[in-house]
């Protein structure tokens, strides 16, 4: 079971990434999937999450609005739209799968760490000028 977190990279304020998440060993559709940020120093944050059926989304605050989650289950992948990106967006972004559909219970259990069984390596998004 791997998860594999990709599309990082550097790029300027207010300009557009979009990250992918794919998976080998597993079907991704059977899971809501999150994505997670850690900067340097910081603590890893949820940033957004959706449920297996791609029915239900999630984000946090300060993403929302910028930030689009969407899945394709017949490629296997979820993708992370982050566009209109700030300097503060900067951090090693993590997809991880959720077995028990937690994330549909945003704010209590689908920004917790613990919640997600599987966890990918994640990919580098630099925002600088």
């Known amino acids: 079971v791997q998860l594999q977190a990709s599309g990082g990279g550097l790029v300027q304020p207010g300009e557009s990434l979009r990250l992918s998440c794919t998976a080998s060993g597993f079907t991704l559709d059977n899971y809501a999937i999150g994505w997670f940020r850690q900067a340097p120093g910081r603590e890893r944050e949820a940033v957004s999450c959706i449920s297996s059926s791609g029915g239900n989304t999630y984000y946090a605050d300060s993403v929302k609005g910028r930030f689009t989650i969407s899945r394709d289950n017949a490629k296997n992948t979820v993708h992370l739209q982050m566009n209109s990106l700030k300097p503060e967006d900067t951090a090693v972004y993590y997809c991880?799968?959720?077995?028990?559909?937690?994330?549909?219970?945003?704010?209590?259990?689908?920004?917790?760490?613990?919640?997600?069984?599987?966890w990918g390596q994640g990919t580098l998004v630099t925002v600088s000028s």
């Open positions: 991880a799968a959720d077995t028990r559909e937690l994330c549909d219970l945003w704010t209590t259990w689908g920004t917790v760490v613990g919640t997600y069984d599987y």
